[in-house]
């Protein structure tokens, strides 16, 4: 299957180095070869690029990536959701350090500066796979001002434009907000058109985490802001998350197809779950935050604030959706509440004799960004119908992981791309061809990289082989540190990554750049 969406056909591919020499369309006929894999009954593909990921840090932390490269996954997009490493001021490193801990790792020391100096950092680490980032607004805006609810002048806008303007010509691939979180839900009308001018200008990606309002009002407005300002729209995660508005799923996806039949370039991308996982202190209010991770857990030591923060929160999901915590999973506390993972926080606040909101808020003020859980707040129909639909592109929204990650993390982390082969093919909301497809060729196009993504001549050697019949999920929420299954082999630059479905400890990722 060559990334293309085309029939599968049996054949050759033969390579060399870190390009593909040949792909022919008749077994036996590729050009003598030192070595000959025999893939007889197999698949083999380009290697899977992940179109949403959190590995930001995780390479710095974990850089053998277990968790994608058992999945197939050979090129991984950061940057997303608002959250990057880059850029950095020296008076505020301190506070990004803080910010990007939200991804849920432990704090790692910042010791660069822009994009460049970042990629040469993440470049020594040697990642198993490859890697695109994206800039985050939440780490655009911080480097420029900081993480308060401040007025965006005319100095700030020029401010951000510029170090924008320098990541995306230093080879960065778009921009991306989190406009649930502090501080890109900060972000104005006036700053969005600033910063996708310069992206559109760049031909640059915009990869939204769009806000939480109820209905179809948020993709309604991430299509708007990219139509009036010409840039081209990566919808991020497609979900919805209001119980009263699942099973409107087809209704968003003709929104896209009324923008794409306008002429604006919008798709948006998906996981195959119907649960989201994020730090714990995203649900705070905002005037709790927005001074950063210490000055929150220094602030929550106050009773008065603790209550103030309990109420605040008791008025719902991002203040719009009422709570039910029956389907807050916490998976990752701290030392001293270990026993609560796992749990709902129904759950673990009655364990605790305390209201939900209070339990929330003390985890918070013990663990910071550290505490994590999971939302089973979206309908399984709906992703699936997010999933079928040809402008979709999959992505995990997880992170590269060892089997040794602490606490419960979410399976997508272990399991999102063989999860897509074996659920979602199977129940014939997908061929396998177009699953692929939507793993490969589909997100290559959107980040405008014309030698990955397909089997071609000339392209890179990032090929994986695969069983369709045993390719599967073997992460669950009781135990998802677990690594997939089927994967026989796996090609990174046409280095094996993965051999007899084992990782072989090869590194041989590169930061990608935009050309």
């Known amino acids: 299957m060559d990334g293309t969406g085309a029939p599968a056909f049996t054949g050759d591919v033969a390579f060399s180095g870190d390009r593909i020499l040949s792909v022919t369309r008749t077994a036996g006929t590729a050009s003598p070869a030192r070595e000959i894999l025999d893939c007889e009954g197999l698949v083999v593909a380009p290697g899977f690029i992940d179109a949403h990921t959190h590995s930001d840090i995780s390479f710095f932390l974990y850089p053998d990536a277990d968790s ?86 005319e100095d700030m806008l020029a401010a951000m434009a510029r170090e924008l303007r320098e990541a995306l010509e230093q080879g960065a691939f778009g921009l991306s907000t989190g406009l649930t979180y502090v501080p890109s839900r900060f972000m104005t009308p006036p700053e969005k058109n600033r910063l996708l001018e310069v992206v559109r200008d760049h031909d640059g990606l915009y ?69 989201s996982a994020s730090a714990l202190t995203q649900y705070l209010p905002a005037w709790l935050q927005e001074r950063g991770e210490s000055a929150m857990r220094k602030s929550l030591a106050d009773e008065a604030v603790r209550r103030a923060a309990a109420l605040d929160l008791s008025r719902g999901l991002f203040g719009q959706i009422p709570w039910d915590w029956s389907r807050v999973l916490i998976s990752l506390a701290g030392q001293d509440d270990r026993d609560l993972e796992g749990r709902t926080v129904r759950e673990a606040a009655a364990a605790r004799d305390c209201t939900p909101e209070r339990l929330v808020v003390r985890l918070c003020g013990k663990y910071g960004n550290s505490a994590q859980v999971a939302l089973f707040y979206r309908s399984e129909a709906d992703v699936a119908e997010f999933i079928r639909h040809d402008l979709s592109t999959i992505g995990s929204d997880g992170s590269s992981l060892p089997l040794t990650a602490p606490g419960r993390p979410h399976p997508r982390n272990y399991g999102a791309h063989a999860r897509l082969l074996e659920r979602y093919v199977a129940d014939g909301t997908l ?30 050697a990032d090929i994986i082989v695969f069983d369709p019949g045993r390719t599967r999920e073997t992460a669950t929420w009781t135990r998802p540190n677990s690594l997939a299954a089927g994967m026989r082999g796996v090609w990174v630059n046409g280095r094996p990554a993965v051999l007899h479905e084992q990782p072989t400890g090869v590194r041989a990722g590169v930061v990608l750049r935009r050309s």
């Not at 050979?74 to 350090?97: H, I, K, Q, Y």
């Not at 061809?433 to 089997?455: I, M």
Request: hydrophobic content about 40%; charged content about 25%.
């Open 68 to 153: 994608k490269i058992t999945q197939g996954v050979t090129t991984e997009v950061v940057g997303n959701c608002g959250f990057s490493a880059f850029p950095v001021r020296d008076e505020r490193r301190e506070m990004l350090e803080e910010f990007v801990r939200g991804l849920g790792f432990p704090r790692v020391p910042v010791r660069w500066r822009d994009f460049s100096e970042y990629a040469g950092e993440l470049q020594r680490q040697q990642p198993a796979t490859n890697v695109a980032a994206l800039v985050g607004h939440g780490a655009l805006r911080i480097a420029v001002r900081g993480s308060h609810d401040v007025v965006t002048d």
């Open 207 to 275: 990869a939204t985490h769009a806000r939480a309002d109820p209905g179809l009002a948020p993709f309604a407005e991430a299509i708007r802001l990219c139509s009036t300002t010409g840039t081209r729209l990566q919808y991020s995660h497609a979900a919805l998350n209001d119980p009263d508005d699942w099973g409107r799923a087809e209704e968003v996806v003709r929104l896209f197809e009324i923008a794409v039949e306008h002429g604006v370039d919008a798709r948006y991308d998906v996981y195959p779950y119907a649960a």
């Open 431 to 460: 061929t396998l061809e177009k699953a692929v497809h939507k793993c490969t060729q589909a997100v290559a196009d959107r980040l405008r990289l014309r030698d990955r993504g397909v089997l071609a001549e000339g392209a890179y």
